[in-house]
C-alpha cells in the first residue's frame, strides 16, 4: 500500500527547505534602535541637503539665499538635537553603571 496520494503532506526533505516565517513582535530594544537609526538617518539627509544648496549658491545656480540658510539651520538644529540625546544617553549608562547590587 503506497502512502504517496496525499498532496497535503510533503516529505521531510521539502520541510527543511522553506524559510521559517518570523514572529512579527518587536522587543523594546529593537524600536529604541529603530528610532535612533532613523533619528541619525535623517541628520545625515538634512546634511546633505545642506551641502547641496549651499554648493548650489555658492556656484549661483540657486537664486534664492533664504532656501541654503533655511537648509542650513534645519541641518545644524538637527545635529544639535541628536548630539544632545546622545550626551542624555551617555549620562544614563553612566548612571547605570554607577548603581551599586
Known amino acids: 500500500m503506497l502512502i504517496d496520494n496525499f498532496p497535503h503532506i510533503q516529505p521531510i526533505g ?3 527547505n ?9 522587543v523594546p530594544g529593537d524600536v ?10 535623517n541628520v545625515r539627509e538634512l546634511s546633505a541637503e545642506s551641502n547641496i544648496e549651499r554648493t548650489k549658491s555658492l556656484l549661483g545656480d540657486n537664486d534664492d539665499l533664504h532656501t541654503s540658510l533655511i537648509a542650513s539651520q534645519k541641518s545644524g538644529l538637527a545635529q544639535d538635537l541628536l548630539m544632545h540625546s546622545r550626551n542624555r544617553l551617555m549620562e544614563a549608562y553612566s ?6 547590587i
Open 18 to 26: 522553506k524559510p521559517v516565517p518570523k514572529p512579527e513582535t518587536k
Open 14 to 16: 521539502q520541510l527543511h
Open 32 to 41: 529604541f534602535k529603530d528610532a535612533l537609526s532613523n533619528a541619525i538617518n
Open 95 to 100: 548612571e547605570i553603571l554607577r548603581i551599586q
